[in-house]
């Protein structure tokens, strides 16, 4: 069998063999390797190997597993040879094989494959998930030994067979006899279906793991998630509908928070009274709230102010978005959920201390989430357009099939709270991914709200007014038109169509905005695709007829009505006293208190006051939404992304240089010295030498970003501080920076 090295092996690879090495492992492009030597190395290291394996599915670990139980990472193993306790093809075995060796976790020919060291590491105590053989059990019969088993025992084995043949418990002080024993752990260890290996640890032993994987090929398999199929259109605009919904949500949150803005608690977060009153504003849950602020935040609509007593309050951003269309909204929305670096599901729960984890704390966050995010979303990408899962439990048995490595102990979680965030999102609806979702992930978010802006419907410029006060608007409504409905009425329901409620309240809220009741009558009467009914009529003209009687301005404050009457009865309210309200002419009160208190107490009262100008106009007194600048960090996101083609073949190169400098053999040299320019004199003297009597040089040198590589070159002319030579093998002409230059070597004819 071959001794090749993994170094030798890489060398000898071509180069679109090493581009894919690089592609599937970019950890070992950084810092670029100098040449296949470096890296061999990189790619042999615990941390790099251990990464590679978190992408391999159950088959390909349990033949990594197979392969070191038979020692390659000490010798050359012929994988026909390897034992992996199931039935399973040759051919299914090699092509594990070969995925190894694109990873350059192993190498070699076809019959002599050997394994990095660190592989042993990586492939977990247990290769092949099986415990050690046990020798009370030789000569039993295992399969009737199992079927005359209780179900608690049973359940203990098929547990330990799961999830790896070592358990631990505080039944294995002693091996009692099966009269003595009192739990399904100590009844196991009296009939030696289970190996005691100290006084808290227990093993299962080969031959019972072997009986209850079975001769099939078990946990090496897994059956696809059960598929339906929709048509796109149905999909799309119902993840159109979740996009509105999501929208809306958020302008609720930043119009509730730009008035009453919730504290920070001192620990982080948000509390739970504050989860609770935006879920009662929002008709949501508390887990759905807590999806709604961490995208929020994500997008920078909300921040923390920072303050001595800190709040989260909508910032500059916000005012911005809240301009855009649905679709650009939504887009902003759905790129920030994908890219989130948290976990919102666990947002509520309680950690080992027992403390709540709260929303949009430092406990939420999860670095690998928006990975974790994006491997469920391409599962579903694989699919037909309109073809999506069923079942989210079994979207996860595959996934956890697929890489069992990665996730953690909320692996299974992480893909059923996707699916729903992804669901309430509008990136998946019934559950396959949206038209908009799919553009997001392959093209980004310009290209998703464009997408998006097609499935959502033709905004409406019409509303239908009912009898009991109601106003439904059939879909949604040009902006404009929005802004009016919402001043003038209360959203009652949302969905495909919303429903507004107006009522004595939300009139005098339009009639303080400055409308007047002739706006109102005219937006009824041109707006509605039903006629006006009565009962509204006489509710505007009756609110707008005791609306403004009773004016306020600034002394500080003062009242004034031409009705004596009201102005004697608000001066003998219980309100009067509290508010210091004094009359100064028969029709005139006046206060120190600020107007805008004066007024909500009057309209606590049973009052109708409104504010106004000097000409005596009304004017909306509220407080202009309060806004905090948007917080860099909260704006800018760093992403890692993977080295391009066009990168990877430069290292390819510059590999295939580095290759081809270490096996030239050197003659007179300059060595580096301790200063990173070298011996300038000497090697301007060698390379001008080498320039003269054209002999190819060995030079090392030193990038920009510190990293070192060697290089062989056929010297063409020095100038300008400048070294050009052509690469022999390629015929490339190269320019190398001399003081970039850290030692030079004359290369020796072969």
């Known amino acids: 069998m071959s001794g090749t090295t993994l170094t030798d092996w890489l060398r000898a690879r071509d180069d679109e063999t090493l581009a894919d090495v690089l592609r599937a492992r970019p950890d070992l492009a950084t810092p670029r390797p100098a040449d296949s030597s470096v890296l061999a190395t990189r790619a042999a290291t615990r941390a790099s190997v251990a990464r590679a394996a978190e992408g391999l599915d159950t088959f390909t670990l349990a033949v990594l597993d197979a392969l070191l139980a038979a020692g390659a990472d000490r010798a050359p193993v012929d994988p026909a040879t390897v034992d992996l306790a199931v039935a399973v093809s040759p051919d299914r075995v090699m092509s594990a094989v070969h995925r190894l060796r694109s990873l350059a976790v192993a190498w070699g020919a076809d019959d002599a494959i050997s394994l990095v060291p660190a592989a042993r590491e990586a492939g977990g105590l247990f290769p092949t998930g099986l415990g050690r053989p046990s020798a009370a059990l030789d000569g039993v019969d295992v399969e009737a030994a199992l079927a005359d088993l209780p179900e608690d025992e049973r359940g203990v084995l098929a547990r330990l067979s799961h999830n790896g043949p070592v358990g631990n418990t505080r039944d294995a002080a002693a091996i009692p006899t099966l009269a003595e024993a009192r739990t399904p752990i100590q009844r196991l260890l009296a009939r030696g279906l289970l190996t005691r290996v100290d006084a808290s640890t227990v093993e299962l032993p080969r031959q019972i793991g072997l009986a209850l994987r079975g001769v099939g090929t078990g946990a090496l398999t897994v059956d696809e998630p059960g598929l339906r199929t929709k048509a796109q259109k149905n999909v799309d605009s119902t993840a159109a509908g979740a996009g509105l919904e999501l929208v809306r949500h958020t302008e609720t949150l930043l119009r509730l928070w730009s008035q009453e803005p919730p504290p920070v608690l001192k620990s982080g977060g948000l509390g739970v009274r504050d989860v609770r009153r935006l879920a009662r504003a929002t008709d949501l849950g508390d887990r759905e709230v807590t999806v709604l602020v961490e995208v929020a935040m994500a997008a920078s609509l909300i921040a923390d102010n920072e303050a001595t007593n800190p709040e989260y309050l909508p910032t500059t951003h916000a005012d911005v978005w809240l301009t855009a269309g649905p679709a650009n909204k939504w887009a902003t929305l759905a790129a920030a959920w994908l890219d989130l670096p948290r976990l919102p599901g666990i947002g509520g729960q309680r950690d080992a201390k027992e403390r709540v984890l709260a929303p949009l704390s430092e406990d939420l966050r ?29 979207l996860a048995t595959v996934l956890a099939w697929r890489a069992p490595r990665r996730g953690g102990r909320l692996r299974d979680e992480i893909v059923r709270w996707t699916m729903a965030e992804a669901t309430a999102v509008g990136v998946v609806a019934l559950g396959a ?100 009914p009565q009962s509204l009529t006489y509710l505007i003209d009756d609110v707008a007829r005791r609306h403004g009687r009773l004016r306020g301005g600034s002394t500080a404050s003062f009242l004034r009505c031409d009705d004596p009457a009201l102005i004697a009865e608000v001066a003998a309210s219980p309100a009067a006293a509290g508010l210091r309200l004094r009359r100064i002419a028969p029709t005139v009160l006046v206060s120190p208190v600020p107007l805008l208190e004066i007024l909500d107490e009057l309209r606590a009262a049973g009052f109708a006051p409104a504010a106004e100008d000097a000409e005596g106009h009304v004017v909306d007194l509220r407080p202009s939404s309060r806004r905090i600048q948007s917080p860099l960090r909260a704006v800018r996101r760093v992403v890692t992304r993977p080295p391009d083609d066009d990168q990877i073949a430069e290292m390819v190169a510059a590999m295939r240089a580095g290759d081809r400098a270490a096996d030239s053999k050197r003659g007179r040299a300059v060595p580096a010295t301790t200063r990173t320019t070298g011996n300038t004199t000497e090697t301007m003297a060698l390379l001008q030498e080498a320039t003269r009597t054209q002999t190819t040089v060995w030079i090392g040198q030193v990038d920009a970003n510190g990293i070192a590589s060697q290089r062989v070159l056929e010297p063409l002319r020095i100038g300008g501080g400048i070294l050009e030579g052509r690469d022999p093998s390629t015929d490339e002409v190269r320019r190398v920076p001399l003081h970039r230059i850290t030692s030079a070597a004359l290369v020796e004819p072969s």
């Open 433 to 532: 991914l949206s038209g908009p979702g799919r553009v997001l992930l392959s093209e980004g978010t310009a290209a998703a709200a464009k997408r998006m802006a097609e499935a959502m419907p033709e905004p409406i410029d019409h509303v239908l007014v009912q009898a009991d006060l109601t106003v439904v608007a059939p879909g949604p409504l040009e902006p404009h038109l929005a802004t009016l409905v919402n001043e003038v009425a209360d959203v009652e329901s949302a969905g495909s169509a919303t429903v507004y409620r107006v009522s004595e309240t939300s009139i005098r809220r339009a009639l303080d905005a400055g409308r007047t009741a002739g706006d109102l009558h005219e937006l009824f009467r041109t707006r509605s695709r039903t006629p006006m």
């Open 366 to 394: 999860r670095p690998v989430a928006p990975m974790e995010r994006t491997r469920v979303l391409e599962v579903l990408a694989d699919f037909k357009p309109g073809t999506g899962v069923v079942d989210p439990d079994e």
